[in-house]
């Protein structure tokens, strides 16, 4: 059996054309791995701060809540003083 040159470099061209083909995928992925890692450690860092901050929010509002119902306590007891205090002269307050 007779070999021709010509069908041999074209076989051998195909699996060296195939073996870069190869190559250069794989060339592409390791580059899409490594951003998509370096993607991750953005996002990580991104939830660490977003974390951080919704805690320092979550504590403010409960700081407002507390000053808002000690206001509201303070004000709400003043009143039943009040109404006390005109009760004993014969003022009858609203019930409302």
């Known amino acids: 059996m007779k ?3 010509s069908n041999a470099l ?3 061209l195909g699996l060296i054309a ?3 083909a190869i190559y250069r995928l794989a060339q592409v992925e390791a580059n899409i791995i490594a951003r998509i890692a370096s993607t991750d ?3 990580d860092i991104h939830l660490t701060e977003y974390s951080s ?3 320092l929010i979550e504590y403010r ?3 407002h809540d507390e000053l808002i119902d000690h206001k509201f306590n303070r004000c709400w007891n003043e009143i039943k003083d009040i109404q006390n ?3 004993k002269d014969g003022f009858i307050p609203r019930s409302k």
Do not use: N, P, Q
């Open 41 to 43: 450690k953005k996002i």
């Open 61 to 63: 509002l409960h700081g």
């Open 53 to 55: 901050k919704k805690e």
């Open 10 to 12: 074209t076989i051998i």
């Open 3 to 5: 070999i021709d040159i």
């Open 18 to 20: 195939v073996i870069g």
């Open 85 to 87: 205090y005109l009760a």
